[in-house]
């Protein structure tokens, strides 16, 4: 599954990449250049990043379903421990 920036995001990713690079490099990175370093970064390390979302999602969720059993289970043949004794 491919990762798809908006266009929005990734219009902020390349100022993003820009100022990092006038800031931390010794020559700023034009609009292309940090377009196409933004798209290397998502094709190459974006599937690293989303898998382990999505593992940690799973994790997550796994742990929810284990604890169903707890927090929805109801006692069988509970009312004679509810009324107590014959009438």
Same mark, same amino acid.
């Given at each position: 599954?491919?990762?798809?920036?908006?266009?929005?995001?990734?219009?902020?990713? /390349?100022?993003?990449?820009?100022?990092?690079?006038?800031?931390n490099?010794?020559?700023? /990175?034009?609009? /292309?250049?940090?377009g196409?370093?933004?798209?290397?970064?998502?094709?190459? /390390?974006?599937?690293?990043?989303?898998?382990?979302a999505?593992?940690?999602a799973?994790?997550?969720?796994?742990?929810?379903?284990?604890e169903?059993d707890?927090?929805?289970?109801?006692?069988?043949?509970?009312y004679?421990?509810?009324?107590?004794?014959?009438?």
């Amino acid at each position: 599954m491919a990762i798809e920036l908006d266009k929005d995001v990734r219009n902020e990713a /390349i100022a993003s990449l820009q100022r990092y690079f006038a800031e931390n490099m010794d020559e700023p /990175i034009g609009n /292309i250049q940090a377009g196409a370093l933004l798209a290397f970064f998502v094709e190459e /390390i974006g599937p690293v990043i989303y898998n382990l979302a999505v593992q940690d999602a799973q994790q997550r969720m796994h742990a929810r379903v284990a604890e169903l059993d707890i927090e929805c289970h109801e006692d069988s043949f509970g009312y004679w421990k509810k009324y107590g004794k014959r009438r």
